[in-house]
């Protein structure tokens, strides 16, 4: 074992993760504004979304509907009515000098509600959520190069669903494929375009670190500035030893916030008294070992005493709104299935391997496809089948969603009849001559046969060729007899060079089959 | 001639416009020469919109003259408190912070009555951000009481209520959050309502305490009071809180409750609490010379004791200040209004623009309300002060269960003396004292002229009444202007 394995060994990595996810709404959280991404600045705004004095927020359904559907998918206790809280601070892309959030009246769960939970897709194992609420997202302040700053509020307003879960993450690995998960929840509630380079989703890490086998939480830091996947990965692995090479030198970390610096701009641990800092030498022999050396540090940004005080109090221009039974029922029985029950499904009931199962409901829109094949009662197996090879592959190269596909779901069946039909047709030969044409010419799989006249071979030609062949093979026939199925596979060879690929491998099959109880019979 | 015209009601004159026998014009025009007359001596108005006014009047002609009604308003000069946005005319809620700011949309309660047919005359004084209970924080300089000008008109509507008294408009819009129309109403002698949380939107309206504020209008009699009110109240889509009242706005429930006014077998609740804490003899005699004729015409009073009574003002002093402090967070110098010459950085900008652009009382809330939020205090008085605000709704509503309305003195005292309360917060915070209770329990509560001290200052009598029992409030007040039947003064001859 490495040194750097063995030190680390000894502790445990605690990371909670907060998310803000913008909801793919329309317009703002309480205001007509469009939604969106990039634009010139200042142009998707109004008075209100403005702060203009006398201004009132109005609350915009969709997304509370959205934030809803969210908590509901986790299994958390939902609240009859949702209110709202203000949450005042000062900075020149917060136009109102508050935020309109939850504190006390989440969503989903908080105040010791039940949050829900969520399974992670590839370890399985169960992550909790302490809350869900719903959120206004703040304006973009810019800094220009000659010192001053703008401030672009286009974003201003937008409906961000902010959801935090418990520390119970242990792992670089674990923190990754809960991103990866609850990416693949917001996609299939349709309520979060995930885009993480647009800042369509935001995640925070808070992370701490214990003795391996404690049951106590260490002070934890907060790290921001998270805008990839891979930021958030690294960022958590270097936290875990930079306070890893704390504790070892005796020290402690404390509870603070800090930024990712992935390329280390600010000198190491500015604002940062020395005997507070790990020892650059042992933090490096503790990072990971990347190709062309780490790069990436986080950077302190302020200690728990210097925290904002927020002064949350209720929201008086927001009224609670009440959510009827009725209408919680509907959202929840609305609910698509989620990515981990439909691929434990396709693996468990359908009895598709797991690797199929998994890239069936990892792209949005293929389970669609797939389940539209098993409505038109093809078989679980093929239809994966056709969903992940032709279909993907084309797709892929034309750079479509599968939403977009130029292939109904209905003309793939009609190829799965074209194979399995006594038609002469081989798979094969389906999917060199049929399948382009169904693609490119956009006909039916049988509009194409017609137009273009492809035949396989009669049953009559295969049988001719397969007795030439059966005459030709003795060896392989020696073989047959004795038991040894794979020597087939030289006839069947034979059979198709004979009838330039023609022919149906099932029909040869079928007439090997018969020939050999014939010549054992003779026997 | 042109004077007689600005002491006519708004019913009046709205029904002689909509009749071609006045223009809107000329209605108008009286109005702006009686403001310029008196407004040097006055300051009730901060700016006057001339022009923007004769267009809207030749356009109320205009109609007149092609067969169209231009609304139960047509024609009547309209003050607005400058809290209240008017698009493209400069508002600044008297606060030097939004000098300049020319708002981009209109407040819906101006926009109704426009919509009614009101001509925007321009906009009135008020106590910076309406923060205040004498007119005299404002950024501008005080207005002057019209009947002694050494005196306030009260607060914060001061400007309201004094271009009312004074005829300079027969209508205005004030707004209310502990007070602010009916105090200045009752030390002007006209009549201010303060309707059901929620019935009038708040769109428009420049915060001060979100849960407190309410627009309402001033008037020289129920009547014009009530024709307003048919134009403003109902649900706004852009003012979450605003309410559906259970009747029909459209069928016009102020005009036809007041016309059927009558108090005989109403009963009126006496609140002895408020009648021992009324500082001024005077003002109690009034009141209680009131309360006779109302008997004498056929209204029974009934003694309703009030024991939240002294939790109001702590109470209202919490609530308003922790929501003012947020809701004037917003001027910052990034977005309107003023900013500081040549900010250092982000934390001098704020400091200044702010340090510079609020005045001392709006600084004091400010910093009250951001010490009662504050982690570690927030439990000992955001909270007690809600929950005190929870005993003062239920107690007012269970004292309303008998009656049909609290009856009472607006304000402890007449007009006060121009500089007499201004150093001294509490003092000020106290003329309050029995009018903060209809605000933090969502009630409407309407003040009324009900006699003259002898120094010849107005007294105000103070309905308050059940959520949503605005038209039946107005009938009471009504019913009461006619049993009190008190002889006309006009002031500033
Ligand atoms: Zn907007």
């Known amino acids: ?523 | 001639m042109s004077d007689a015209l600005c002491w006519q009601s708004a019913g009046t004159l709205a029904a002689a416009v909509r009749r071609g026998e006045r223009s809107a014009v000329e209605v108008l025009e009286a109005h702006l020469d009686r403001a310029r007359a008196v407004e040097p001596r006055l300051g009730a108005f901060v700016r006057l919109c001339e022009e923007r006014a004769r267009r809207a009047a030749e356009e109320i002609d205009r109609r007149v003259a092609g067969g169209e009604d231009p609304g139960p308003l047509a024609g009547v000069p309209l003050g607005v408190k400058d809290n209240l946005c008017v698009r493209g005319v400069e508002t600044t809620a008297a606060s030097r912070i939004l000098s300049g700011y020319l708002p981009p949309y209109t407040a819906t309660a101006v926009a109704r009555l426009e919509a009614a047919g009101a001509v925007v005359l321009g906009k009135l004084n008020l106590d910076e951000f309406a923060m205040g209970s004498s007119t005299e924080t404002s950024a501008y300089g005080p207005t002057r009481n019209p009947w002694d000008p050494e005196r306030v008109p009260g607060g914060s509507s001061g400007g309201s209520a004094a271009s009312v008294a004074a005829g300079e408009v027969p209508l205005s819009l004030g707004s209310d959050t502990g007070g602010s129309i009916r105090q200045p109403a009752a030390l002007c002698g006209c009549v201010g309502v303060k309707p059901t949380y929620g019935l009038v939107s708040r769109y428009g309206l420049i915060a001060f305490a979100s849960s407190l504020d309410q627009v309402g209008p001033l008037a020289r009699t129920c009547a014009d009071a009530a024709l307003a009110l048919d134009a403003l109240v109902g649900p706004d889509p852009r003012d979450a809180t605003s309410a559906s009242p259970p009747w029909d706005p459209a069928a016009r429930p102020f005009a036809a409750a007041v016309a059927a006014a009558s108090l005989e077998g109403r009963t009126l609740g006496v609140v002895p609490e408020y009648l021992e804490r009324t500082a001024d003899p005077e003002v109690r005699t009034a009141v209680e010379k009131a309360l006779g004729a109302a008997e004498r015409a056929g209204a029974r009073l009934r003694e309703v004791s009030l024991r939240s009574a002294d939790e109001a003002i702590p109470a209202y002093q919490i609530v308003s200040t922790a929501e003012a402090s947020s809701n004037l967070a917003r001027y910052d110098g990034v977005r309107f209004g003023r900013r500081c010459a040549a900010p250092k950085d982000l934390e001098d900008l704020y400091a200044r623009t702010r340090g510079e652009g609020f005045g001392r009382e709006v600084k004091r809330r400010i910093v009250l309300g951001t010490f009662v939020l504050s982690s570690g205090f927030y439990e000992a008085y955001y909270l007690r002060g809600q929950d005190a605000r929870r005993r003062v709704r239920a107690d007012l509503l269970a004292a309303l269960d008998d009656v049909d309305a609290l009856v009472g003195p607006t304000s402890p005292v007449p007009a006060f003396r121009l500089g007499e309360r201004l150093d001294d917060p509490l003092a000020m915070y106290s003329v309050d004292v029995f009018s903060v209770s209809a605000n933090l329990a969502g009630l409407p509560a309407l003040s009324l002229p009900c006699g003259f001290t002898a120094a010849g200052l107005p007294v105000g009598l103070q309905l308050t009444g059940r959520p949503f029992a605005d038209p039946d409030l107005l009938a009471l007040g009504r019913g009461l202007e006619e049993a009190l039947a008190l002889p006309k003064r006009r002031p500033l001859p």
């Open chain 1, 1 to 523: 074992m490495s040194a750097r394995a063995q030190i680390l060994g000894r502790y445990e990595l605690v990371v909670g993760m907060e998310v803000h996810a913008q909801l793919a709404t329309q317009s703002k959280l309480f205001c007509g504004c469009a939604v969106g991404f990039g634009g010139p600045p200042n142009t998707r705004t109004c008075p209100v979304c403005l702060g203009h004095p006398g201004t009132l927020p109005v609350l915009n359904a969709e997304a509370f509907a959205m934030v809803h559907r969210i908590a509901l998918a986790f299994g958390a206790d939902v609240r009859d009515a949702t209110e709202f809280d203000r949450k005042n601070y000062f900075y020149p892309d917060l136009p109102k000098g508050y935020q309109i959030s939850q504190l006390h009246h989440n969503v989903g769960g908080g105040d010791g509600r039940e949050g829900g939970r969520l399974q992670l897709l590839r370890s399985g194992k169960f992550v909790r959520m302490h809350n869900v609420h719903l959120e206004e997202d703040a304006g973009k302040l810019l800094h220009l190069g000659d010192g001053g700053s703008v401030v672009d509020l286009n974003r201003a307003g937008t409906p961000l669903a902010e959801i935090v879960t418990y520390p119970d993450l242990r792992s670089v690995e674990e923190v990754d494929d809960f991103m990866d998960t609850l990416t693949e929840v917001l996609l299939a509630l349709e309520v979060c375009r995930c885009r993480m380079q647009e800042g369509n989703l935001r995640f925070e890490a808070s992370v701490s670190v214990r003795p391996r086998g404690a049951e106590f939480l260490g002070p934890r830091t907060e790290i921001k500035n998270l805008n990839s996947y891979a930021a958030v990965r690294r960022a958590v692995a270097y936290e875990f030893a930079r306070q890893v090479a704390l504790l070892e030198a005796g020290a402690s970390p404390r509870q603070e916030t800090r930024l990712w610096d992935p390329e280390e701009a600010v000198p190491y641990e500015q604002g940062v008294p020395p005997a507070r800092r790990a020892d650059p030498a042992l933090l490096a022999s503790l990072l990971p070992e990347v190709e062309g050396g780490w790069r990436g540090r986080t950077q302190f940004m302020r200690a728990k005493e210097d925290a904002h005080d927020y002064r949350y109090f209720p929201e008086p221009d927001l009224p609670p709104y009440a959510v009827a039974p009725e209408q919680l029922d509907a959202w929840r029985t609305s609910l698509p299935e989620l990515p981990g029950a439909r691929r434990a499904r396709y693996a468990e009931e359908l009895g598709l391997p797991q690797k199929a199962a998994e890239a069936l409901t990892r792209e949005r829109g293929l389970a669609a496809v797939f389940e539209q094949l098993l409505a038109l009662e093809v078989p679980a197996a093929a239809a994966a089948n056709y969903v992940l090879n032709p279909l993907q592959a084309a797709l892929k190269e034309r750079g479509l969603s599968p939403a977009e596909s130029p292939v109904s779901p209905e003309r793939l069946a009609e190829l799965h009849s074209l194979i399995e039909e006594d038609n002469g047709l081989s798979r094969d030969l389906v999917f060199k001559q049929v399948w382009p044409r169904v693609l490119d010419e956009g006909l039916s799989p049988r509009e194409a046969v017609a137009k273009y006249g492809i035949e396989g071979a009669s049953s009559d030609a295969v049988v001719a060729a397969t007795d030439a062949a059966w005459a030709e093979n003795p060896r392989a026939v020696r073989d047959l007899l004795a038991g040894k199925k794979k020597a087939a596979g030289a006839i069947v060879g034979a059979v198709m060079k004979r009838l330039r690929g023609q022919a149906d491998p099932r029909a040869i099959h079928a007439r090997i089959a018969e020939l050999l109880a014939q010549t054992r019979g003779e026997d």
